[in-house]
């Protein structure tokens, strides 16, 4: 029935359109430019196509969705969380020029987007925007552009507005369309600071984030992660200023006119909306390795050229697992604290938190999780965010792999082990039977940050460590993960893909009772924990956990001294704090014995610290309410921030200043981080 319904609709749509193209070329004749507006605001009113973005998405047992629906000739029209219509019309290249304004807070200039047409009788092309200022459309015909006519959708949701051009009638399946835009000083993808929010303090910063659905606030776009494009930029700052993207830089910046200059770049692997990224601010580099520099402020980058010294080491460790980076270089940018994630696989330009900055390297393992984005997430996409753990649960898998290639198979089971436990709080923190602990969430109406988590990284890469063991090992799996890749590189896929590769790959291999035996539906589709609990080789663990349980059991702590971990590496020593935070609260008493011993206010291991403070405010330590508040407003990670503002929320004594910490701070934090902490502390943003 719906394959019926929505094929009236087309039909309906096309006749439509066909009889305002007709009048469009009788008020060209005439000149009316202003009747040309009116008729095609026609189109915005008559809306078939306002849920069409739902066609192939898949309700329920999913077990056959990959034969039902989502192999379908139209992979294109699956998104819930885009408005555009690629199955119409899709992109294949973007070039970008734009001004960067930091007065105003705005980029300004236009995008040419080369287009193509999917539907033979659709002249309609169709963009994600969201709070994006179109001053014109055109088609572009060498170098003469005709003006045609657009409307921009009412918007009102997270998915932002419709941008809605009437493309003239072409014999050609191509067209170049020039649109003239703006962004806004509040676009929910750009974050600009102020010279007293960055490190140096004396110039303004600008970076993006555009993933999940936050490039449709930096460009006019079809935001989904289904739809690949190349990308040129020419991108105007003032003088003083760099330009990073991620693309291959073309050359040095242009010589000065009236104190502005020009940075060029060049992406040539087709990439998704959520992938394009700019940051702007007075920054340096270092040379790292072949391929690779990396970028900060000034008084920044040595310590990260240090910090991230492994860099080519884990680049090749990546290729000999997975086959040959494609991408050129692979350089880092250091940003301000402000910035959301651990890290942003951006391509040819990963994003980095500053509290990877540890003194000894001991978080570098952030660099491996987006070294290996460069093939699972970048090369082969998830389909839409829905299918997020193709991404990152794929990601978190070779990443892992990738440090067990270089320190040895059980530092790889020991991050494992610790994935597991944030993967049991995460369920115990959103509880075992929310819809976000599915592997596959329903994000119909739904925003995709909202989903965001542990559950698509850890749970992801549970499933594909339960299969790698069930069919022999790493290396009987290895070559089949490769495989997939091969497959599916340049492209999009579904979970229902990867279950067709991998029962096609092992078919004459494994057992038929062994690949029936998986519950592919409980894996994709159940909440809460896996249905499998996994055994993890945890000799590099017993002592994390021999000191955890001294600490449970003592009465007097007299017995404890900083020698019992002389020997810990800092991974031991997250995860000895990780083992306590699953236990009841540990009195004050306690708490303050263990700072005594092992200084942990003082550390500088911004993944130790954080454990160290939620453990505090779990033990209602009032002493540490306000350094943890610092912490958290200083370096508003999410993984970080989120989790202590919860704490000090959830407590009569911490409420308040919680609140008025975020108040103060709210400005200097990104979109993503504000809007999720309102959510936290029952707030409304913006």
């Given at each position: 029935?719906?394959?019926?319904?929505?094929?009236a609709?087309?039909?309906?749509?096309?006749?439509?359109?066909?009889?305002?193209?007709?009048?469009w070329?009788?008020t060209?004749?005439?000149?009316?430019?202003?009747e040309?507006?009116?008729?095609?605001?026609e189109?915005?009113?008559?809306?078939?196509?306002?849920?069409?973005?739902?066609?192939g998405?898949?309700?329920?047992?999913?077990?056959?969705?990959?034969?039902e629906?989502?192999?379908?000739?139209?992979?294109?029209?699956?998104?819930?969380s885009?408005?555009?219509?690629?199955?119409?019309w899709?992109?294949?290249?973007t070039?970008?020029d734009?001004?960067?304004d930091?007065?105003?807070?705005?980029?300004?200039?236009?995008?040419?987007?080369?287009?193509?047409k999917?539907?033979s009788?659709?002249?309609?092309?169709?963009l994600?925007?969201?709070?994006?200022?179109?001053?014109?459309?055109?088609?572009?015909?060498?170098?003469?552009?005709?003006?045609?006519?657009?409307?921009v959708?009412?918007?009102g949701?997270?998915?932002?507005?419709?941008?809605?051009?009437?493309?003239?009638?072409?014999?050609?399946s191509?067209?170049?369309?020039?649109?003239?835009?703006a962004?806004?000083?509040?676009?929910?993808?750009?974050?600009?600071?102020?010279?007293?929010?960055?490190?140096?303090?004396?110039?303004p910063?600008?970076?993006?984030?555009?993933?999940?659905i936050?490039?449709?606030?930096?460009?006019?776009?079809?935001?989904?992660?289904?739809?690949?494009?190349?990308?040129?930029?020419?991108?105007?700052?003032?003088?003083?200023?760099?330009?990073?993207?991620?693309a291959?830089?073309k050359?040095?910046?242009s010589?000065?006119?009236?104190?502005q200059?020009?940075?060029?770049f060049?992406q040539?692997?087709?990439?998704?909306?959520?992938?394009v990224?700019?940051?702007?601010?007075?920054?340096?580099?270092?040379?790292?390795?072949?391929?690779?520099?990396v970028?900060?402020?000034?008084?920044?980058?040595?310590?990260?050229?240090?910090?991230?010294?492994?860099?080519?080491?884990?680049?090749?460790?990546?290729?000999?697992?997975?086959?040959?980076?494609?991408?050129?270089?692979?350089?880092?940018?250091?940003?301000?604290?402000s910035?959301p994630?651990?890290?942003?696989?951006?391509?040819?330009?990963?994003?980095?938190t500053p509290?990877?900055?540890?003194?000894?390297?001991?978080?570098?393992?952030?660099?491996a999780?987006?070294?290996?984005?460069?093939?699972?997430?970048?090369?082969?996409?998830?389909l839409?965010?829905?299918?997020?753990?193709?991404?990152?649960?794929?990601?978190?898998?070779l990443e892992?792999k990738?440090?067990?290639s270089?320190?040895?198979?059980?530092?790889?089971q020991?991050?494992?082990?610790?994935?597991?436990?944030?993967?049991?709080?995460?369920?115990?923190?959103?509880g075992?039977?929310?819809?976000?602990?599915?592997?596959?969430?329903?994000?119909k109406?739904?925003?995709?940050?909202?989903?965001?988590g542990?559950?698509?990284?850890?749970?992801?890469?549970?499933f594909?460590?339960?299969?790698?063991?069930?069919?022999?090992?790493?290396?009987?799996?290895n070559?089949?993960?490769?495989?997939?890749i091969?497959?599916?590189?340049?492209?999009?896929?579904?979970?229902?893909d990867?279950?067709?590769?991998?029962?096609?790959?092992?078919r004459?291999?494994?057992?038929?009772?062994?690949?029936?035996?998986?519950?592919?539906?409980?894996?994709?589709?159940g909440?809460g924990?896996?249905?499998?609990?996994?055994?993890?080789?945890?000799?590099?663990?017993q002592?994390?956990?021999?000191?955890?349980?001294?600490?449970?059991?003592?009465?007097?702590?007299s017995?404890?001294?900083?020698?019992?971990?002389?020997?810990?590496?800092?991974?031991q020593?997250?995860?000895?704090?990780?083992?306590?935070l699953l236990?009841p609260?540990?009195?004050v008493?306690?708490?303050?014995?263990?700072d005594?011993?092992y200084?942990l206010?003082?550390?500088?291991?911004?993944?130790i610290?954080?454990?160290?403070?939620?453990?505090c405010l779990?033990?209602?330590?009032?002493?540490?309410?306000e350094?943890?508040?610092?912490?958290?407003?200083e370096?508003?990670?999410?993984?970080?921030?989120?989790?202590?503002?919860?704490?000090c929320?959830?407590?009569?004594?911490?409420?308040?200043?919680?609140?008025?910490?975020?108040?103060?701070?709210?400005?200097t934090?990104?979109?993503?981080?504000?809007?999720?902490?309102?959510?936290?502390?029952q707030?409304?943003?913006?």
């Amino acid at each position: 029935m719906i394959g019926v319904f929505t094929g009236a609709i087309a039909v309906g749509l096309l006749g439509l359109t066909s009889l305002l193209y007709t009048r469009w070329m009788a008020t060209q004749q005439r000149g009316a430019s202003e009747e040309i507006s009116d008729k095609f605001n026609e189109l915005d009113e008559f809306k078939p196509d306002e849920g069409v973005a739902e066609w192939g998405h898949c309700e329920g047992d999913h077990q056959h969705c990959h034969t039902e629906g989502m192999a379908a000739p139209d992979r294109f029209s699956v998104d819930p969380s885009t408005l555009s219509r690629p199955d119409f019309w899709r992109v294949l290249s973007t070039h970008f020029d734009l001004a960067a304004d930091f007065d105003k807070k705005v980029l300004k200039g236009y995008v040419d987007l080369v287009i193509e047409k999917q539907a033979s009788e659709e002249n309609t092309l169709v963009l994600d925007t969201r709070d994006l200022t179109i001053e014109s459309a055109a088609v572009l015909d060498g170098k003469r552009e005709t003006a045609v006519p657009f409307v921009v959708g009412k918007g009102g949701d997270f998915r932002g507005a419709k941008l809605k051009i009437n493309l003239p009638p072409s014999s050609s399946s191509k067209l170049t369309i020039r649109i003239k835009y703006a962004t806004s000083p509040g676009s929910s993808g750009l974050v600009w600071l102020r010279p007293e929010q960055t490190s140096t303090k004396t110039h303004p910063y600008l970076y993006s984030h555009s993933e999940a659905i936050h490039g449709r606030s930096i460009f006019p776009c079809q935001d989904t992660p289904s739809v690949k494009s190349t990308y040129t930029a020419k991108i105007t700052v003032d003088e003083g200023l760099t330009v990073l993207m991620s693309a291959v830089g073309k050359g040095a910046a242009s010589p000065a006119i009236n104190g502005q200059v020009s940075f060029e770049f060049e992406q040539k692997v087709p990439i998704p909306s959520y992938l394009v990224a700019i940051a702007i601010g007075n920054v340096e580099s270092r040379k790292i390795g072949p391929r690779s520099r990396v970028w900060a402020e000034g008084n920044v980058v040595d310590r990260a050229a240090y910090e991230f010294a492994e860099t080519e080491e884990m680049l090749q460790a990546a290729e000999a697992l997975v086959g040959p980076y494609v991408w050129g270089v692979y350089d880092l940018l250091v940003l301000p604290p402000s910035f959301p994630f651990g890290g942003m696989e951006n391509p040819c330009l990963t994003f980095l938190t500053p509290t990877l900055l540890a003194g000894d390297r001991s978080l570098a393992n952030v660099v491996a999780h987006e070294i290996a984005h460069s093939w699972t997430g970048n090369l082969v996409t998830n389909l839409n965010w829905e299918h997020f753990w193709l991404n990152e649960g794929f990601t978190v898998f070779l990443e892992r792999k990738i440090k067990g290639s270089m320190m040895g198979e059980p530092y790889r089971q020991f991050s494992a082990i610790e994935g597991w436990k944030s993967l049991i709080e995460e369920v115990k923190t959103r509880g075992a039977d929310h819809p976000f602990t599915k592997l596959i969430p329903d994000l119909k109406d739904c925003d995709p940050d909202d989903a965001f988590g542990s559950v698509p990284y850890e749970k992801g890469h549970s499933f594909l460590y339960y299969l790698e063991q069930l069919v022999g090992g790493a290396e009987i799996f290895n070559p089949c993960f490769r495989a997939w890749i091969e497959k599916y590189k340049y492209s999009a896929a579904s979970s229902f893909d990867f279950q067709k590769h991998f029962e096609e790959y092992f078919r004459q291999s494994v057992k038929p009772e062994v690949l029936s035996s998986v519950d592919w539906k409980t894996w994709l589709h159940g909440t809460g924990m896996p249905p499998v609990e996994l055994k993890f080789d945890n000799s590099l663990a017993q002592a994390s956990d021999a000191l955890c349980g001294r600490w449970l059991d003592a009465k007097d702590c007299s017995c404890f001294s900083p020698e019992d971990i002389a020997s810990f590496t800092a991974a031991q020593m997250i995860e000895f704090l990780a083992q306590l935070l699953l236990q009841p609260p540990l009195p004050v008493e306690k708490l303050q014995a263990l700072d005594k011993c092992y200084n942990l206010t003082a550390s500088q291991n911004a993944e130790i610290k954080f454990r160290w403070l939620r453990l505090c405010l779990r033990g209602k330590w009032e002493d540490m309410i306000e350094p943890s508040l610092a912490f958290a407003a200083e370096y508003q990670r999410m993984k970080f921030c989120r989790p202590i503002f919860r704490e000090c929320y959830a407590w009569d004594k911490s409420k308040d200043l919680a609140v008025e910490t975020y108040k103060k701070y709210r400005d200097t934090m990104s979109y993503v981080t504000a809007t999720m902490l309102a959510k936290d502390l029952q707030l409304s943003y913006p």
